[in-house]
């Protein structure tokens, strides 16, 4: 008996590690993925190769690990082993609408090199597993995530190891890894960015797909040409150009009359290097074409955009996000006071406000993010915090509780206060509430902006913060102005706790985008806070601000804000009736059929799309034209984080929604409509095309 528990003791012992072991395969919705191993069995110490393969459902693709305009690449997480990096195959250019992705379609292997451990025992397993993410496409992006791993016996010495059955897969795989070029190239300045050249000669396609994001314009035209003996190859700077002397890397697809060749180059970037376009409006053919929408973004200038910044700055104080917060402090100027000094103050919270939002762009461009104008209200914890905001400030000017000093802390107390303090927080505000809405003239400027240095950019957005703060400064410096107030009188009281009502209606509008984002979920939990807070606030009011009920006060606001990190997002919901989902790929299907289309791309958190939605694109006459005309009406929704929205706002010299396009048939270019609709905007827009074609 001792015998046989001794023969069967290695079994025993490994039953509980197989048991555990990892799958080397699993499969989602749209990919099928397993590891693929060199070797059936390992040796401590060993390094051996190992692929990633996907199996990827038709018409739809993963990325490479530079995936272009947007997307994400695939990564691995290992554990149990020491991991080389992947080593990557050859892209294809994945051109959908006006953007340009690199990515994988069909069948694709990643390959990476495992290290055994040393201390691995004869006669163990050798367990390695890794956490696989991607993020697969089509006209819409899913992220997805398995687990696989790999149970291999540990043998006593590397000559025992075996070769696994499918090696010779593995090494027609690393075949078509990408080799460094037998030759050298080049990278000299260019008007638009750089131009790569090489020798060799006949070259008939190039393609150069630069592993760094940013350092060229991915969805711009490359033109090659014929240069002393040999090619060189037109390279447009994209939104990160590199630096001098930093190496420019990637992969050279090359086809001569020998057929098609891809090979890994690299070269330094060099002085002078110009600044390129920027994306540009793409079909999905246009690999090769550009158009030039983009172009009067670069052209545009920075004292046109300075101006252009002030005047939308100062046109949205007439949109109904800001006129009321205005309002809340042209109370204070009926009042005798320093209103100079006033005025200063407001201007100088609607300015720091706009330097550090600004200021997170730049931070965000610089760590390659695409964001625009409005891009906080994507977050639904910044949604609610603002509802919970403007419902602290309506309940102020209901006068359910005034701020003391123990409150100085709370920014609606603090905006509804008179004083410079008071005067401060409500530019703070007005700068906050403002963010929502977009004026005519903004558009142009903030493109600019976001396109430039970190102080033009900020120069831009000072301007817009000036336009913004400037009819309070004028009527604080300018007593004449004053005369058109009223005169002070009971009537302030009534008509300060009639501007709550404002804010009240406010929330309403936040807690609908709220429920956009998250849900119901998301609106059941924001209407607790706001429950919870006003019931600490009628304590606190109760009890004649006692330090109890402060307390409580304070603890109702700090756990409401609390809790709004419970937010999750949700599903986006589906396109209303008459309507279809934007998707790049759906209006290039629609253009190449030669129908007329219309692209709203809106969000639930912009005012302006919202009244535009309201008074023009949903009278009647304007669903007349589209009907006669055959227009099919697509809606893109930028509520949440899009990057694909956001690439086309950018390829049309916009930062932020809305914007509206409408593509007669066969049109090469997009109409731009203004951001303020009209019912008759819209349907001659559309006429007009109709009888410019026959």
Known sequence: MLTLLRSFAPVLLAAPLMAWAVPPDAATEHVQARLVSSQASVAAGQRFTVALEQTIKPHWHTYWKNPGDSGQATSLDWSGTQAGPLQWPTPSIQAIGPIVNYGYEGRAALLVELTVPADARPGSRFQPSADVKWLVCKDVCIPEQVSLGLDLPVVASLSEAQAGPDVAQIEEWRAAIPKPAPFGVTLKAAAQGVTLAGPTAAVTKAYFFAETWGAVAHSAPQALKAEGGGWALELPAG?????????????????????????????????????????????????????????????????????????????LN????????????????????????????????????????????????????????????????FVLVVAYLLFLVGLNLSGLFEIGGSFTGLGSGLAA???????????????????????????AALAFALAQPAAVMLAVFLALGLGLALPFLVLAFWPAAQRWLPRPGAWMDTFKQALAFPMYAAVVWLLWVLAQQAGPDGVALALGGLVLMAFGLWWRHSSGASAVGTGA????????????????????????????AFSPERLAELRAQNQPVFVNLTAAWCISCLVNERVALSRPEVHEAFAKAGVTYLKGDWTREDPTITAVLKAHGRSGVPLYLYYAPGATEAQVLPQILTPGLVVEAITSARRSST
């Open 239 to 315: 939104d990160e150009p590199l630096a001098a002397g930093k190496a420019l890397s990637g992969v050279l697809v090359l086809t001569t009359a020998a057929g098609e060749q891809a090979w890994a180059v690299s070269a330094p970037m060099p002085e002078g290097a110009g600044k390129g376009p920027g994306p540009a409006d793409l079909s999905v053919t246009a690999a090769t074409e550009a158009a030039s929408t983009a172009a009067p973004q670069s052209e545009l200038g920075l004292l046109p955009a300075l101006a252009l910044a002030l005047l939308g700055g100062l046109i």
């Open 318 to 381: 007439l949109m109904p996000c800001v006129f009321p917060v205005l309002s809340i402090k042209a109370l204070a100027l009926v009042n005798k006071g320093n209103h100079r000094a006033e005025g200063l103050a407001y201007t100088a919270g609607v300015l720091l406000s706009f330097a550090v939002l600004a200021g997170v762009l730049i931070a965000l461009r610089t760590g390659g993010q695409q964001v625009g104008w409005g891009f906080q209200f994507h977050s639904p914890v």
């Open 417 to 443: 206060r008179n004083g410079l303090t008071g005067s401060f927080f409500t530019g703070v505000l007005a700068a906050v509430v403002a963010t929502p809405c977009t004026a005519p003239f903004m558009g």
């Open 553 to 580: 006060a304070v603890l109702s606001v700090v756990v409401a804000l609390g809790a709004s990190a419970a937010l999750r997002p949700v599903t986006a919901p589906a396109a209303s009736a008459g309507t279809e």
